[in-house]
């Protein structure tokens, strides 16, 4: 019988791919655009953001300039916190070690 392990986790820009050689593993990776850190009172000397919680793309193709519009706030994509997404999948042929 085949053991199967899922490991769900936020993966940081610094932290390095890790294999493993005595098991098979699939990684697949999804982009999500949290909330807008746009500086509305950079002119003034302050700061003060919108409020807007999540990116959301406005009407267009995908690929195109209004695609890549916040219909919520009306920044462009670029200015929301990008959240990766990773998800290992891992088939194990034994029982994971301990270290010891």
Same mark, same amino acid.
């Given at each position: 019988?085949?053991?199967?392990?899922?490991?769900?986790?936020? $993966?940081?820009?610094?932290?390095?791919?890790?294999?493993?050689?005595?098991? =098979? =593993?699939?990684?697949?990776?999804?982009?999500?655009?949290?909330?807008?850190?746009?500086?509305?009172?950079?002119?003034v000397g302050?700061?003060?953001?919108?409020?807007?919680?999540?990116?959301?793309? =406005?009407?267009?193709?995908?690929?195109?300039? $209004?695609?890549?519009?916040?219909?919520?706030?009306?920044?462009?994509?670029?200015?929301?916190?990008?959240?990766?997404?990773?998800?290992?999948?891992?088939?194990?042929?034994?029982?994971?070690?301990?270290?010891?």
């Open positions: 019988m085949r053991k199967r392990q899922v490991v769900l986790r936020r $993966a940081s820009p610094e932290e390095p791919c890790r294999s493993s050689s005595t098991a =098979s =593993s699939l990684t697949a990776r999804g982009v999500r655009y949290g909330e807008c850190q746009k500086n509305h009172a950079a002119a302050g700061y003060a953001v919108d409020g807007c919680r999540e990116f959301m793309a =406005s009407n267009g193709e995908e690929g195109s300039v $209004a695609a890549l519009t916040c219909a919520a706030c009306g920044c462009h994509r670029s200015f929301h916190r990008r959240e990766i997404e990773t998800e290992v999948v891992c088939d194990c042929n034994s029982p994971l070690s301990t270290g010891n």
